[in-house]
């Protein structure tokens, strides 16, 4: 095994509630601009506590983001804009030195 080990985990996007077809209920659909921190969250604890039972301490962690833009027109003008939305996380560990008694 290699001294250093990196680990990706993904951001999921968040949930929003839309209306279904002709207005009949709504429905969960995955909203493109905001991603799911707190399954992110959970997803880098969990990466975390594995790389730890692996014998390695994590050295840092990296945020992953996209950038996106959107455009259109708007009565006899256009208008664009950009943004970033978070992708997930990037973590880098370092196998711990062997403990001596």
Partial sequence: MGEYKTVW???GRQ???EKKLLGRGKKLVDDPHHADIAGLSAQIEAAC??????GYEVISILPSVSGHS??????QGGYGFGYSITDGAVITARRRPAETE
């Fill in 49 to 54: 506590n594995t790389l730890h039972e692996e």
């Fill in 15 to 17: 949930k929003k509630e």
């Fill in 70 to 75: 959107e455009k259109g027109v708007m009565h």
């Fill in 9 to 11: 985990v993904r951001a």
